[in-house]
């Protein structure tokens, strides 16, 4: 039998479970009526519950070949109903034993199950599971079983085995390494026993080892991608108290942040710079660090910074990173936009790539531009140096978050750090000028 319109009581009963997993109703209800007209009662039901018509991009696992789907997201981006959803998945495509692991027994139970986006709250009424408390295991109608494991108990994973598992909030767990180990000899049923892994990343080693462990795919989502699905303020609320915060990246964006070693800047000096009483500055550059090339695919470094005072009492705030990628002509009226926007009073350019051809095409994006150039006679670490003791010692703030700038400052110095630094060079050339006679930068004018 087909039905022009489906019953609203299905699209509604589906509403409402997609509702409280952070589906709004209303575009719910559009959606379904739009596409669902005309179906037979069974596909509507079909159709209805199939993850991948309401998901996310970023919800879906990647199609590439791997053995661990590593799902790193902020406060809310949807993280839980992704795992729920791969999980349900595998058991409908045939895996008959599955393990679900959480911080502690309370969270599997409350989220990774009962939850708004939990196993049994999700999927078809008829498909969904049956939960026995005593013996902490799920039932699925065509037979599959699923046991629930606390990250506070790891020998409690000796001895089960799995064809999938689905790891919640790793980032939370008790004993992370020890227990996702004794995991990983757990999984081997099937033809390719995999685990999803989902939570808001935080540096601590368990995290970072798995990043690095070969077959895991990493995928992100942010808190701002789901906002249409959270109640109305959540994010603008959080974002105006945490927005300019290290926290706020790692909750918000779901960024995995860590201090490599060697490196110059840590998080805790940015932290302090984005903290800082900003200062009405008295003098203004922009400073740019030309790419090396003449290619589009070239980074051009460009910072506009500001200071104010002298000598010891000289303090200084970064205004902008309007660093590109594009041929000469882009960067260069990039360059001058910037000085515009800020009513800069000079550029500082770096004239090892080409010296006066440097000059020439800033000028040529705009007659007349003050142009300063400088030459280094030291290397990148030792001109970086001193403007990281003026970090250091709070003499420089930051008037926003300034996100790629500050991943480039936190990895500069550090053995991991490959790339050419241009945001931090600019950078660099900017205090340099603006702090000249307060500090030593071993920098020669053209």
């Known amino acids: 039998m087909t039905i022009p319109e489906p019953s609203w009581n299905a699209v509604s009963s589906i509403s409402s479970t997609l509702s409280s997993s952070n589906m709004d109703a209303a575009i719910a209800r559009e959606k379904i009526l739009r596409s669902l007209r005309g179906m037979t009662e069974a596909t509507v039901q079909a159709r209805l519950h199939q993850w991948t018509s309401w998901a996310r991009p970023e ?49 599997v139970r409350e989220v990774m199950l009962a939850g708004p986006s939990g196993l049994l709250n999700i999927g078809r009424p008829d498909h969904r599971p049956r939960y026995e408390v005593s013996r902490h295991r799920l039932v699925w109608p065509n037979g599959a079983e699923g046991y629930a494991f606390s990250s506070e108990d790891p020998d409690g994973l000796r001895g089960p085995q799995f064809d999938a598992a689905w790891c919640d909030e790793f980032a939370a767990w ?22 999803a892994v989902t939570t808001t990343p935080r540096p601590i080693p368990a995290l970072k080892r798995l990043v690095a462990s070969p077959g895991v795919v990493v995928t992100h989502a942010t808190t701002l991608e789901n906002k249409r699905y959270l109640a109305d303020g959540f994010v603008e609320n959080l974002q105006a108290q945490y927005g300019a915060s290290r926290l706020a990246r790692q909750e918000l964006d779901g960024v995995l942040i860590e201090d490599p070693d ?59 990173d309007a660093s590109l990628r594009a041929g000469p002509e882009a960067w260069a009226r990039k360059v001058a936009e910037t000085y515009e926007a800020f009513d800069a009073d000079h550029i500082v ?40 003791a003026l970090y250091s ?16 400052m936190c990895g500069f110095g550090s053995p991991d750090m490959h790339a050419s630094p241009d945001r931090v060079d600019a950078l660099v050339w900017a205090i340099a000028a603006l702090f000249e006679g307060a500090m030593s930068p071993r920098l020669r004018r053209l």
């Open 349 to 388: 350019a770096e004239a090892n790539q080409g010296g006066d051809m440097v000059r020439a095409v800033l000028q040529a994006a705009a007659p007349g531009l003050p142009v300063r150039l400088v030459r280094a006679s030291r290397g990148k670490r030792a001109r970086a140096e001193p403007v990281a």
């Open 59 to 107: 919800q879906v696992p990647p199609e590439s070949d791997w053995s661990c789907w590593l799902f790193l997201g902020g406060r809310g981006a949807g993280k839980t109903r992704a795992g729920a959803e791969w999980l349900r998945g595998q058991v409908e495509a045939g895996a008959r034993r599955v393990a679900l692991v959480g911080p502690a027994f309370a969270d």
């Open 393 to 408: 010692a709070g003499r420089i703030g930051h008037a926003g978050r300034l996100p790629a700038l500050e991943d480039q």
């Open 174 to 195: 008790t004993r992370p390494q020890e227990t996702l180990d004794m995991l990983r000899f757990g999984l081997r049923l099937g033809d390719k026993p995999r685990m």
């Open 262 to 320: 060697g490196a110059l800047w840590t998080r805790a000096m940015i932290e302090q710079a984005l903290n800082t009483d900003l200062i009405a500055a008295e003098r203004i550059v922009v400073a740019v660090d030309p790419p090396a090339g003449a290619g589009a695919g070239d980074e051009c470094g460009i910072i506009a910074a500001g200071a104010a005072g002298n000598g010891s009492l000289c303090r200084g705030v970064i205004l902008a």
